[in-house]
């Protein structure tokens, strides 16, 4: 096939006057149109610059900022960490520190928080934890009939689990198969936090760490 003389038209990055087709169009190339992105005014999406509700990936940063200059000091109270156990919790090291935290932790000490913490959980949100992390460790082979019978459970079903039966399970998985566990805290983050405040800063503690490269 024979090419084509498209003579007077320069490639976009040696146009002085942006893309030929803009002057046809009068769409001006983005870094010069006083009104942003046409395809905002057309589906009535604004620019993230005059977005009233922001940028996502700025709150995360603000929120490392401001949690970096308040952790560690004296007057930091269990109430702020609490705070930001939840800001951060979709920053990709926080996982990494959770579940390095959840999996060191003391037996004993896991066992304790465990159980106050299925204790306080309603009902509803312990069969959800309870259910994802006997999901999580069917999906790795494991034989749940042996496991529970093995705990002195009655009962492989999540509604039938009471507090005492859940946190016989979680201090099993946190020594047996700390992953399961930690995919299952994941998906249900009220319950680390009822874990209790040591933990909580704990896992703090090890995200600040992550993030100044220590």
Do not use: C
Not at 159 to 174: E, F, I, N, T, Y
Request: charge should be negative.
């Amino acid at each position: 096939m024979g090419g084509r003389n498209f003579s007077g038209i320069r490639p976009a990055s040696q146009d002085p006057y942006g893309d030929p087709a803009d002057p046809q169009q009068t769409v001006l190339p983005a870094s010069q149109d006083p009104y942003g992105d046409p395809a905002d005014q057309t589906q009535g999406v604004l620019p993230a610059s005059q977005d009233p509700y922001g940028d996502p990936a700025n709150s995360m940063a603000a929120g490392v900022q401001n949690f970096l200059s308040r952790f560690g000091r004296r007057d930091y109270s269990p109430e702020e960490a609490q705070q930001h156990f939840e800001q951060l919790q979709g920053h990709p090291a926080f996982q990494q520190a959770q579940q390095e935290v959840l999996s060191q932790m003391p037996p004993e000490q896991f066992q304790q928080s465990a159980q106050q913490a299925a204790q306080q959980m309603p009902q509803e949100q312990r069969q959800s934890l309870v259910g994802d992390l006997l999901g999580a460790l069917q999906n790795r082979g494991i034989n749940l009939g042996q496991i529970t019978s093995m705990l002195g459970m009655g009962s492989t079903s999540p509604q039938q689990m009471g507090p005492m039966d859940v946190s016989r399970l979680l201090g099993w998985a946190q020594q047996n198969q700390p992953d399961a566990l930690h995919e299952a805290a994941s998906n249900n983050p009220g319950f680390v936090k009822l874990l209790g405040n040591p933990v909580v800063q704990g896992i703090l503690g090890n995200l600040a760490g992550r993030l100044l490269g220590r």
